[in-house]
């Protein structure tokens, strides 16, 4: 009998997880996830459940949209009861907020096109207690036109060894669609905050590489180099002449896209 396909959309604050993808003895997103599911498959009298996710992101690093596939022998028969009760079964710092129906030869991770992440820095005098998902860099101010000019020698498709911590994964090339620091001050009184978002678009990401170029990025600003030191790096497909990768909590894959890249960076640019 073939088996009915789903994909969920889901979100996740990484600070108690080991990552994303399952491992032994380790408290994952895929871990809490399939749990919750074959809860639900028991009492459906399913068989155990499998997600498959559309990537895997690295301990301590967040996700505001998330996406994986399963399959179940039989359709769902009210979707909406069905995730109510999935959420209940799953801990407070994961939550699946869409499920759907797909096409039996959808592939979360295949068929995904693109992923935007963000990385979030507050760049002030004193860290808020608010902010713990935001990396605290008081050394300098940062330049928001330096760091654009950095960040626009990576848009392309490149060979990104430079910037790759050590890993099984044979493929070093990526294409980067978009790359940009935004700067966004608020003020309040005599309380002003001052944050810069670094978000970067591409095909994939290699492991630790969204990490070590704000690394790398935050390094030129630091002993004020010129930018086109980021030439030189990525050139030199060396990860010793690369910076040290930027802390994991300041991380969050913002979105999974399987639709047209263009779009969405139009719409996020809107």
Same mark, same amino acid.
């Given at each position: $009998? ?7 959309y889901?979100?996740f604050?990484g600070a108690? &997880?080991?990552?994303?993808?399952? %491992?032994?003895?380790k ?18 009298? !399913?068989?155990k459940?499998n997600?498959?996710?559309s990537?895997?992101?690295d301990? =301590?690093?967040?996700s505001?949209?998330q996406? +994986?596939? &399963?399959?179940?022998? *039989? !359709?769902?028969?009210?979707?909406d009861?069905f995730l109510?009760? @999935?959420n209940c ?9 869409? @499920?759907e129906?797909?096409?039996? /030869? &959808?592939?979360? %991770? ?11 820095? %507050?760049?002030d005098h004193?860290a808020s207690?608010?902010l713990k998902?935001c @990396?605290?860099?008081p050394y300098?101010r ?5 760091m654009n000019?950095?960040l ?7 060979d990104?060894?430079?910037? !790759?911590?050590?890993?099984?994964n044979p ?15 608020v003020k309040?009184? =005599?309380?002003? %905050? #001052? &944050?810069?978002f670094?978000d ?5 990401f290699l492991?630790n $590489? ?8 935050? $390094?030129?600003? #630091?002993?004020? @180099? ?7 790096i990525? *050139?030199s497909k060396?990860?010793?002449n690369?910076?040290n990768? +930027?802390? +994991?909590? +300041?991380? /969050? ?10 779009d969405y960076?139009k719409?996020?640019n809107?």
């Amino acid at each position: $009998m073939s088996k009915t396909r789903y994909i969920i959309y889901f979100e996740f604050l990484g600070a108690d &997880f080991f990552g994303s993808q399952k %491992q032994p003895d380790k408290r994952t997103v895929q871990g809490e996830i399939e749990k919750a599911l074959n809860v639900l498959a028991c009492t459906l009298k !399913k068989d155990k459940v499998n997600i498959f996710l559309s990537g895997r992101t690295d301990a =301590k690093v967040s996700s505001k949209y998330q996406t +994986a596939h &399963f399959d179940l022998d *039989n !359709k769902i028969e009210n979707i909406d009861n069905f995730l109510y009760k @999935l959420n209940c079964i799953l801990p407070d710092d994961v939550k699946i907020f869409g @499920l759907e129906e797909v096409e039996n /030869s &959808f592939h979360a %991770q295949k068929d995904a096109k693109y992923k935007h992440y963000r990385y979030s820095i %507050q760049n002030d005098h004193v860290a808020s207690v608010f902010l713990k998902n935001c @990396l605290f860099y008081p050394y300098c101010r940062l330049d928001i036109n330096r760091m654009n000019k950095s960040l626009s020698f990576l848009i392309g498709h490149h060979d990104f060894s430079a910037f !790759k911590s050590k890993s099984d994964n044979p493929y070093n090339d990526c294409i980067i669609y978009y790359a940009k620091a935004i700067e966004k001050v608020v003020k309040f009184e =005599k309380k002003t %905050q #001052r &944050f810069i978002f670094i978000d970067i678009i591409g095909n994939r990401f290699l492991y630790n $590489m969204v990490r070590t170029i704000v690394g790398q990025i935050l $390094m030129i600003e #630091r002993n004020n @180099l010129n930018p086109e030191v980021m030439v030189e790096i990525l *050139n030199s497909k060396d990860r010793r002449n690369a910076a040290n990768t +930027a802390s +994991a909590e +300041a991380l /969050s894959l913002e979105y999974v896209g399987y639709d047209n890249v263009d779009d969405y960076i139009k719409k996020i640019n809107s």
